[in-house]
Structures are given as structure tokens and as C-alpha cells.
């Protein structure tokens, strides 16, 4: 291979340089695979030199992986003038001509060759400057070199050097510097600012090798420190033994005789600290029992024993901060003010407990922050779920090994003030076990009466928490053993209307959300049918943690488009795109139904993620009078379907009237069959009496019940409708579903002033007494009150009462 070829703009071979760059001016030694070297060989048999394009290969290709677009098209064009056989290939002595372009490349035969142009240097910097310039990379080299052992032989050869692109030929080898970086130095054209980032390089490299010298001067230094204190240690105990005193007498023992008088914990409790330094003392310096004693020592010195100045409660504060920090629950809220106003004119005489009890995600726990934050109190929070051990709330003995104090104690410590808001989280997962009941152990720290004297065995002496404004959460006050339950003041959480969780999305739970996830108004928009859809189809809870969840899975889903490029800003989620953003809908609400059939009722029902509508289905056949009740029926409500079926046959089954137009239908020869859809959830309570009752009717009379028509109540065997529970859940399902009337027990019109006016407005509600009023509304039945006489194996003709 000559120059002439070159000159000629031909293909030439190319060689691949791996991990490598190659700088014009620069002499390289480097391996080549076998075709390679033969090749070369072969050429250099026939002349002294011969030529070949040197292309870096793009880092972290692997031989087997190499193609043209791993190859960075400006590299140099080789003298080659060495071939030697080496392990698997052949070593290359090279020296780099001048700087080229590949503009062309392709593979033929397992090898690459390219067509290349010159690239010529870009002349724009002066031979003073050049000088200067180079003087200053020569004594950067220097100063970098002279913090390594052995570096003469590295510098002699550029002391002698007399052009920059000398030096960076022999030094850029050497920086620990990523490929790319370079590459991209020698694809520079302008002189200037090739050797300005050469010279940056170098400076950059002199520095961190001075910051690692300096740390690991620092390093040696704390090491060197470290072994004389610890060989000094020694020695000062080797001389007390000798003098037979201990280091804890001498030092003191690390001042906590100081630190127990400058707190301020009671007499009694100083002069159990005392004592407890006494025994560390006198131990010597072998005592086994001095780190417990050193645990115990700081445990008292550490707890807040005095009471700070206290702070008045600013009441419209506090209505400002509840207010911002969350939306509905304004009955909840009230009641908080109303107990902070309390605190405020007894000036905190004795600590209050409060207990949030709802269901999950409605805010129990944010409310105490809340409250911390209203008050400018310190925040404890400890959760008791799955907590079995009475020592978890009491601590253990000292005379064990490893005895800590309970987590009221440690809570108290962590706050460092005598009245924080302790939060006591998940109070109704407590549990007894063989080691003790912990919820018998929180009735001394819930009674205002006792707290002020609250024994900890790990303490051993009393320590007063009726300044602390205990609060506790629960799901459910089922579980909650009494004595606990009475010892505090409950205020229930109700789940969120739609409106309020769409308000809450939109103010609290949206924005935190973006922020989270790097995300902005900007950048990620959810139109507010698209977010009502959301909380419609979505989630299925009476709080709102599900509905950050699918907040958080829109915000990623989004995240991806942005960082992909395949999204515009402002990404604007439509109500279209939930399928695609969120998979299909997960929660199927019942709805009213077009149109009724005899025997089918729509009923309401309370559940812990809020109200639902339930249908009521009967139907009847030949048989023997029999009862058949499917669904998953609790005892409570079978009874009530015992009832319903007494109360129908004891006002229907009599002889033909106006009053009475089942005369038809026969108690004796039909089986009747009573089912509540949705099979595979348990259904209990009382509440489904009066539908269960109107059911059988319509079953009975014939007559169809209008499907926008709902109800609930209990009932009693004297035809009585009693109130019942979840009012303000049921009727908002009522709502949800497209009910139009609800019947609901008269003592229960109070409860509807808990449900939003909104909702009030559009749903007309029909307060009963008694089944007759029932019927009446639901049938167009008049039924009077009857008694019936038994006779033989029928009934004979009732009477009105």
C-alpha cells in the first residue's frame, strides 16, 4: 500500500482502535485481529511503511459487535512500520500522519475500509501565546506528577518535547477520562480551543488528584489520631488499676453527675439518677451492669421533665390551618375547634384524648399533624397495628437483657417537650397474647385521672403525661375492648361525598402528586370530568388513598410520554384517555333499574368504603310453604327475613276484601325464594327489613315497586319501622344510582341533616312508622292493623283493630 493510493482519496484499510484515541503527531503501539496483521505484513514485505485509517471504536463494543456505526468517522491516518505476531493477533506499531475523515465505509471480507479526506488544523492561534500556553501545560504535567512516586521517567520525555500536540499525544493516554471525551478532542479543528480543553483537562485532573490527597491525608491523620487516644486509653487504665481508681470516678463518667443536675427532673427522680451514678462509680472499671446504667442514664437525662411556657392556643390559627389542610369533614373540624377552645380556657389544666375512628384514607391521622401544626406542638406518631406485647407499651424490666422502654416513653423522648400531640395510631389492631394485653396497659396512659403518675418498668419512676394531647385513630370501634373506648372522647369520620373527594384531588392530592413525580401545571393536566370519572370508575372507597393511587399511575403513565418525547405540553388527560392511562374501569356501581318485576325491591345498605343500593329479588313456586334465603345472609338479617315472611302471612294470607287483594295466593302450597345479588359478599343487619318486607309483598300482591323508589329500616313483628345506622352513606348511594324517592324510618329524619343540600334537593324522602304507611307509599296498598284467630288448619276471618 503506497501514499499514492491515499492521495487518491481509494479505499483503505481500516483499523479498529479499541478503548484507545490516537492523536496526529503521536506514535501508538495497539493490537489487530489476524486478517488485519496479515495483511499488513504482507505490504511491509514490499516496502518500508505502509498506511491505514485509525477509527476509535465507540466504548463498550465488543469485537464480535463491531459495524460502521461503531466506528467515530474522524480518526488518522496510521504510518504503519511495525508488524509483529502476539497472543491471537498481531501487535501494530503505528505513527498518526495527520487527522481524516472517513466519508465513506463499508465491510468486505470480515475487514473495513473507507474513503477519507484530510481534516486540517484551523490555524488561529499565534506562536507568543502558543509558547506561553505551552509552557503552562508543561508545569500542570509537573505539578500532577510530582504528587506520584517514580514519575521521573514519565516526565523526561516531554521536558524535551517542543509542540503541544506532542504533549497531548503523550499524555491523553493516560487521563482517566472517558473515551467520548476523548474523541471529541480530537475532532476539534481550531487549535485554540483544542489546546484550551487540553489545558482544562489537565486542571481538572490537578485538582481532584489534590482533593485526593488531602483526603486521604485526612484519613491517615484520624487513623494516627484514633491510635494514639486509644493506645493513651490504655495506659490511663493500666495507671488507675495500678492506683486502684477507676476511669469513671476520674473522667467523672462523661459528666453525667453535671447533666443530672442541670436537668430538671424532680427530686425523686434526681435522687434515683444519683443513686444509678453511684453504682456506675463504684463498679470498677469490669462492671457488666455499667452500659445498661449508661442507657438508663440517659433515657432520664434526656426526657423532658419541666414544663416549657406554654403557648396560648390561637383558635382562628388553628380554624385557618384545619381549613387549608383539608376539605369536608366540616362537622369533624368543628368539633376539634370546639375541644381545642375547651383546652384554651382550662389552660391545658390536664391532657385531653381524642379518638378519630372512620374508615381508611379519610384523613385520621393527618388531622393530628394538623392539630400539631395548629397548636405550634411538637408530633409524635406511634403505630400499635399487630402490637401483642404489653412490655411494647410498658417496657421491659432492667433486669433483662436488652430491656428497652415502652414506646409512650420513647415517644416523649423523641419529642423533648412534655406536651406534643402524640398520635396513637391504628388503636383498634391491638391484640393479647401470652405476653399481656397492651390494651389493658394504655387504660393508665388514656385516663386523665392516672396519666399523671404513668408507670413505665423500664422508668421505675412515675412520669407525668397529663400535658400531652393524646390522639387515636381507628377503623372500627368494634374491637376496642370498653374501659379503652370510654376512657375517650370519640368523634367519627364519615367517608367524602364525590364533591368533596373531587375537591380534595384538586387542592391536595393533584399537586402533591405532580411534585412527587417531578411534574408541574405545566407539563401534566387532568381535565375535571376526566378526574370526576376517575373517582367514579376508578375507586371504590369511602377515603381518598385509592384515588392518589391512580393520581400517581396517571402521573408516571405521563412521566414516560415526557421523557420518551412522545408527549405535547401540557399532557391534557381526557376522559377518553383513561382506558389507555389506567386500564379498564375497576368498579362496577349499581344503578337503578329501567323497570321493575314483581317481587324486586331496591334496597340501601351501609358499607365500610361508603353507601351502595342492593336489589331484593322473591319469587315463589308449588311446594309446602317453605322459606329459601340465598346471598350470603347473616343471621341478623335472615331474622329479619323470618319477620317479613310472619308479617305477610298474618296481614295477606286472610280472606278475599278490598283491602286485601292477595286472596289468590297460597301459603300453604307455594315455596317462596328470597335472594340478594352480589352472592359472594357477606350481607348482615337489620336494615334490610322494611325492603325485605315490601318485597314479599310485591311477590305476593303482584305489584311492581317503582325502581326509582329505594328504602331502608328495620322492622318489628308488630309492624313497626325502627331507625337505623349510615343514613347519610345510604342516601349518597341512593344519589349515586339514580334514585328518585327514599323511603327511611321517621327517627331518621334527623340524620338527613348530614347529608350535603345538594344531594337533599334533588331526592324526595318519605319518613314511615309503620309497614302500612310502607305499603301504602311503595304498592298503593291499604292495609288495616289486623289480628288473626287460629282455628283447625286455616285462619278464620281477622278483625280490624
Do not use: C
Not at 405545566?522 to 373517582?535: M, T
Not at 399532557?571 to 374501569?585: A, F, R, S
Amino acid at each position: 500500500m503506497d501514499t499514492k493510493r491515499t492521495e487518491d482519496n481509494r479505499e483503505t484499510l481500516v483499523m479498529p482502535l479499541f478503548e484507545i484515541a490516537v492523536y496526529p503527531g503521536s506514535r501508538a503501539k495497539f493490537l489487530a485481529d489476524r486478517n488485519t496483521g496479515e495483511i499488513l505484513s504482507k505490504e511491509l514485505e514490499n516496502a518500508k511503511f505502509t498506511y491505514a485509517v485509525g477509527l476509535t471504536v465507540k466504548s463498550g463494543t465488543k469485537p464480535s459487535d463491531l459495524s460502521e456505526d461503531k466506528l467515530y468517522k474522524t480518526g488518522n491516518l496510521l504510518k504503519i512500520t511495525y508488524v509483529q505476531p502476539a497472543d491471537g493477533g498481531y501487535l501494530i506499531a503505528a505513527r498518526a500522519v495527520q487527522r481524516v475523515e472517513a466519508v465513506s465505509l463499508h465491510r468486505k471480507d470480515g475487514l473495513f475500509y473507507a474513503a477519507y479526506e484530510p481534516v486540517p488544523d484551523l490555524p488561529d492561534l499565534d506562536e507568543g501565546i502558543q509558547a506561553e500556553m505551552m509552557e503552562n501545560i508543561k508545569r500542570t504535567v509537573h505539578e500532577i506528577s510530582s504528587r506520584f512516586q517514580g514519575s521521573e521517567q514519565f516526565i523526561r520525555p516531554i521536558d524535551r518535547m517542543d509542540s503541544i500536540d506532542q504533549i497531548l499525544g503523550y499524555v491523553m493516554p493516560y487521563m482517566p477520562i472517558k473515551l467520548a471525551e476523548k474523541q471529541a478532542l480530537l475532532e476539534i479543528e481550531s487549535v485554540r480551543e483544542r489546546y484550551l480543553a487540553f489545558l482544562e483537562i489537565l486542571m481538572k485532573q490537578k485538582e481532584n488528584v489534590n482533593i485526593q490527597m488531602e483526603m486521604a491525608k485526612k484519613v491517615t491523620d484520624k487513623v494516627n489520631k484514633s491510635n494514639r487516644e486509644a493506645m493513651l486509653r490504655e495506659q490511663l487504665k493500666l495507671i488507675q488499676e495500678e492506683l486502684n481508681e477507676s476511669d469513671d470516678s476520674v473522667s467523672g463518667e462523661g459528666g453525667y453527675r453535671e447533666r443530672i443536675e442541670n436537668s430538671k427532673m424532680p427530686d425523686e427522680v434526681r435522687k434515683k439518677a444519683l443513686s444509678e451514678l453511684k453504682k456506675l462509680e463504684t463498679g470498677g472499671p469490669h462492671n457488666h451492669e455499667a452500659p445498661g446504667i449508661r442507657n438508663y442514664l440517659d433515657l432520664l437525662v434526656d426526657l423532658p421533665w419541666a414544663t416549657e411556657e406554654k403557648k396560648s392556643i390561637d383558635i382562628a390559627e388553628a380554624r385557618r390551618v384545619l381549613e387549608n389542610n383539608h376539605n369536608g369533614l366540616e362537622k369533624v373540624k368543628e368539633r376539634i375547634i370546639q375541644h381545642l377552645a375547651v383546652m384554651k380556657l382550662k389552660q391545658e389544666k390536664q391532657g385531653s384524648i381524642l379518638l378519630f375512628a372512620g374508615p381508611p384514607g379519610t384523613g385520621k391521622t393527618s388531622l393530628g399533624k394538623s392539630i400539631a401544626d395548629a397548636l405550634g406542638r411538637e408530633y409524635v406518631r406511634v403505630s400499635l397495628g399487630g402490637v401483642k406485647d404489653e412490655s411494647e407499651i410498658r417496657g421491659h424490666r432492667r433486669t433483662y437483657v436488652g430491656a428497652l422502654p415502652g414506646r409512650i416513653i420513647q415517644g416523649m423522648r423523641k419529642a423533648g417537650t412534655k406536651n406534643p400531640v402524640f398520635i396513637l395510631d391504628e388503636v383498634d389492631k391491638l391484640s393479647a397474647s401470652y405476653a399481656g394485653d397492651p390494651a389493658s396497659a394504655l387504660l393508665e396512659v388514656l385516663d386523665p385521672e392516672q396519666n399523671s403518675t404513668f408507670s413505665d418498668h423500664y422508668l421505675e419512676v412515675p412520669y407525668d403525661l397529663s400535658e400531652v394531647l393524646f390522639i387515636a385513630t381507628a377503623n372500627s370501634l368494634a374491637t376496642i375492648p370498653a374501659p379503652l373506648l370510654d376512657r375517650m372522647e370519640l368523634i367519627e369520620i364519615s367517608g367524602y361525598t364525590k364533591n368533596e373527594k373531587f375537591a380534595i384531588a384538586k387542592d391536595h392530592l393533584l399537586p402533591e402528586t405532580l411534585e412527587e413525580h417531578g411534574l408541574d401545571a405545566d407539563k401534566l393536566k387532568i381535565e375535571d370530568e376526566a378526574l370526576k370519572l376517575i373517582i367514579e370508575k376508578y375507586t371504590r372507597e369511602a377515603g381518598v388513598r385509592q384515588l392518589k393511587k391512580q393520581l400517581a399511575k396517571t402521573a408516571r403513565f405521563v412521566s414516560e410520554k415526557i421523557v420518551s418525547g412522545t408527549a405535547k405540553l401540557p399532557y391534557v388527560v381526557k376522559p377518553d384517555m383513561l382506558k389507555e392511562v389506567l386500564g379498564k374501569e375497576m368498579v362496577r356501581q349499581e344503578e337503578a333499574r329501567k323497570e321493575n318485576i314483581p317481587g324486586v325491591v331496591t334496597g340501601l345498605a351501609w358499607t365500610p368504603v361508603g353507601g351502595d343500593i342492593l336489589f331484593i329479588e322473591g319469587t315463589f313456586m308449588p311446594g309446602t310453604g317453605k322459606l329459601t334465603l340465598t346471598g350470603q345472609l347473616g343471621d341478623v338479617m335472615k331474622e329479619s327475613a323470618q319477620i317479613s315472611m310472619s308479617l305477610a302471612r298474618s296481614r295477606l294470607a286472610t280472606p278475599a276484601s278490598t283491602a286485601n287483594p292477595a286472596n289468590s295466593f297460597n301459603f300453604t302450597t307455594s315455596d317462596i325464594h328470597i335472594h340478594v345479588p352480589s352472592g359472594a359478599t357477606p350481607k348482615d343487619g337489620p336494615s334490610a327489613g322494611v325492603t325485605l318486607f315490601t318485597a314479599l309483598t310485591s311477590l305476593i300482591t303482584g305489584k311492581a315497586v317503582d325502581p326509582k323508589l329505594a328504602m331502608t329500616g328495620e322492622i318489628t313483628l308488630s309492624g313497626s319501622v325502627l331507625p337505623v345506622g349510615g343514613i347519610k352513606e345510604k342516601v349518597l348511594a341512593a344519589h349515586r344510582a339514580g334514585i328518585k324517592k327514599v323511603i327511611l324510618p321517621k327517627e331518621n329524619e334527623r340524620d338527613l341533616e348530614d347529608v350535603p343540600e345538594d344531594v337533599r334537593k334533588e331526592l324526595k324522602f318519605v319518613p314511615v312508622e309503620t309497614i302500612e304507611e310502607v305499603l301504602k307509599e311503595a304498592l298503593d296498598i291499604e292495609l288495616p292493623k289486623q289480628v288473626l284467630s287460629f282455628e283447625g288448619n286455616g285462619f278464620s276471618a281477622a278483625q280490624n283493630v
